[in-house]
């Protein structure tokens, strides 16, 4: 065997060699990156799974302070009330509203729907000859309240009205710690006012067969 023909069989095994190393390389290559592939889609996994621990936990806790400030909410009564003429011009339904529960209230404010219903009594106003009447306000404010506090309101009504009258009214209730703000809805009545009783003056005593 001539010298061109060894140097041509060496190269040949050069490059044979340089090729199977290539190929492996590559082959390591591709088998890194599938791992890396797969590392990078087990991380995304676990982010997926860690946000979802998150956001569970986010609507825990969401629901247990819901719960919470609903416990708090606050808790009215309302009586049936009775139609008054005692005012300038209007015929007025007073109503005494009591909390009877719940936290205590910063600030109250009520307003009045139904059949009759004009407005609620508002402000004191003065004409020129100094007579004492009411602004009528579609919304009142009633101040702070707590458990076992009530206060009145007194329902403008259109002058020609039939009894018994139902009156919704709509209460929000801001929280004085917290700020926390609900919405009540109360239903009453207003009826006539009824009539006063009857003084009557001594009766003489009944008396039994004849004079004498």
Not at 8 to 18: E, K, L, N
Not at 57 to 67: H, I, P, S, T
Not at 97 to 120: F, K, M, P
Not at 152 to 168: K, N
């Amino acid at each position: 065997m001539d010298a061109g023909t060894e140097a041509a069989i060496a190269s040949a095994a050069i490059s044979a060699a340089a090729a199977g190393i290539a190929i492996w390389q590559a082959r390591l290559a591709r088998s890194q990156a599938d791992l890396a592939k797969d590392s990078a889609d087990s991380a995304k996994r676990q982010a997926a799974a860690a946000e979802e621990q998150v956001e569970i936990m986010r609507m825990q806790l969401a629901g247990e302070e819901a719960d919470r400030i609903e416990s708090r909410r606050p808790q009215f009564t309302i009586e049936p009330g009775y139609v008054s003429w005692e005012d300038v011009n209007f015929p007025r339904g007073e109503l005494i509203i009591s909390q009877v529960s719940g936290v205590a209230l910063s600030g109250v404010s009520v307003t009045a729907s139904g059949e009759y219903v004009n407005g609620l009594r508002g402000e004191p106003i003065y004409d020129e000859h100094s007579e004492t009447d009411y602004a009528s306000v579609s919304r009142l404010e009633l101040g702070s309240m707590s458990a076992g506090a009530d206060t009145s309101i007194h329902i403008d009504l259109e002058y020609r009205h039939v009894t018994p009258i139902r009156i919704e009214l709509e209460l929000e209730c801001v929280a004085r710690e917290g700020g926390y703000t609900w919405m009540e809805h109360l239903v009453a009545r207003l009826d006539r006012s009824p009539e006063p009783a009857r003084l009557l003056g001594p009766r003489r005593p009944r008396r039994f067969g004849r004079d004498r």
